[in-house]
């Protein structure tokens, strides 16, 4: 009988409850489908895909179409399906057996899940109570631990908040090894480290075409980087990892960034009604940067009114089990529609609590 890696052997993988509700604010995906323009441009270029060839293995075309739009050179871009397999193909080439990598909890689960994966060991810096980022705490992490890779989330997921510019800075002078800055929500946020790549800085910036283009079942990711680092990775990354079909998305999509602008700005604009909304209640809520808001109910009453809101058809992301996360629950931003239905939902369940001490606790809340 042939069993599984011993280090692999406590890790439980990363699930997000899949129910079948009408309005679902659970995975941070755009609410709205791409263009119908963009489909119809898709359509017609898959059409006449040679199925019989490998795809381009170097994805030039698509690499020169992001090179265009961060104004770099198409050597400094990296791209794989989602951002998630570009994270992995950075951890592959920097990460390991016997190296360190760094993440600031609580954040995106799959960094220090895909670092372990590899082999390598993970430290965990902290966030202050108000989920901000110290500077003593930087300074501790990379002065203790020296890591090889460390990283940081902005906005970061799924606390919400955007890691100012001096701490990214901070963490360029301190750090010892590559620093990763992953950007899937920055189109959301008012500033991106991506003007801080450069040939002569450890930095990538990663970024996806799940959220803002609305892609997220296409599967699209990329990097920004120094060219060095970037042909490392090629080395790293399966040959013909990325199929005709996506690369052509994601060339087409890039040509409807106007409509994602507006897209971005009426999601910005309801995060705004969500944020205020949400203020009125008896509940914390944490600042937001992304397309999503993290809050926090009343002690012990996470998973009542996760399982509250499920009843009343509106799915968000329960993070009150996760470490340091108590009672915290996360909220997509949707559309208009969607999201006065998850407030007025939310309103009822927290009136139906405070009307009702005693209700029985939902089981399976966190499944
Ligand atoms: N980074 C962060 C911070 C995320 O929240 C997500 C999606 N949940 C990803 C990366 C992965 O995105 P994808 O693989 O869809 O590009």
Not at 118 to 123: I, K, Q, Y
Request: net charge negative; proline share 7%; with cysteine.
């Amino acid at each position: 009988m042939i069993h599984v890696r011993p280090d692999l052997r406590a890790l439980e993988g990363y699930h997000s409850a899949q129910v079948d509700v009408a309005v679902r604010l659970n995975t941070n995906e755009s609410p709205l489908p791409p263009p119908v323009a963009f489909r119809d441009a898709v359509a017609a270029e898959v059409s006449r895909v040679p199925w019989h060839r490998y795809p381009d293995r170097a994805a030039t075309e698509l690499r020169e179409a992001l090179a265009d739009l961060h104004r770099v050179d198409p050597a400094q871009i990296f791209v794989a399906n989602g951002s998630n397999e570009v994270l992995q193909t950075v951890l592959l080439a920097y990460a390991g057996p016997g190296r360190t990598v760094a993440t600031f909890e609580p954040t995106y689960q799959m960094h220090a899940q895909i670092a372990r994966v590899t082999g390598a060991t993970v430290v965990e810096g902290e966030r202050a109570d108000d989920f901000t980022l110290d500077a003593a705490e930087v300074e501790r992490v990379m002065h203790d631990h020296a890591p090889h890779v460390v990283f940081l989330t902005s906005p970061n997921n799924p606390t919400g908040m955007i890691e100012p510019r001096e701490r990214v800075e901070q963490l360029l002078d301190l750090a010892p090894g590559l620093v990763v800055v992953d950007e899937a929500y920055a189109q959301f946020a008012d500033w991106t480290a991506l003007d801080l790549v450069d040939e002569t800085r450890p930095l990538v910036v990663t970024r996806t075409f799940s959220k803002t283009w609305s892609m997220a079942g296409a599967r699209l990711g990329y990097l920004v980087g120094p060219r060095w680092l970037v042909s490392e990775l090629d080395k790293v990354v399966l040959p013909y990892h990325l199929d005709a079909v996506k690369q052509i998305a994601g060339r087409l999509a890039l040509r409807f960034s106007g409509d994602m602008d507006r897209r971005v700005r009426q999601i910005v604009d309801e995060r705004t009604r969500i944020v205020d909304r949400l203020a009125e209640l008896p509940i914390d809520v944490f600042p937001s940067g992304a397309n999503f808001v993290l809050f926090r109910v009343g002690s012990g009453e996470g998973p009542t009114v996760w399982q509250g809101l499920v009843d009343r058809g509106v799915l968000i992301r329960d993070c009150s089990s996760w470490p340091r996360l108590t009672d915290c629950l996360r909220v997509t931003v949707g559309t208009p529609e969607e999201n006065s239905a998850f407030l007025d939902a939310l309103t009822d369940v927290l009136d139906a609590a405070t009307a009702s001490t005693t209700s029985p606790k939902a089981s399976g809340a966190t499944a």
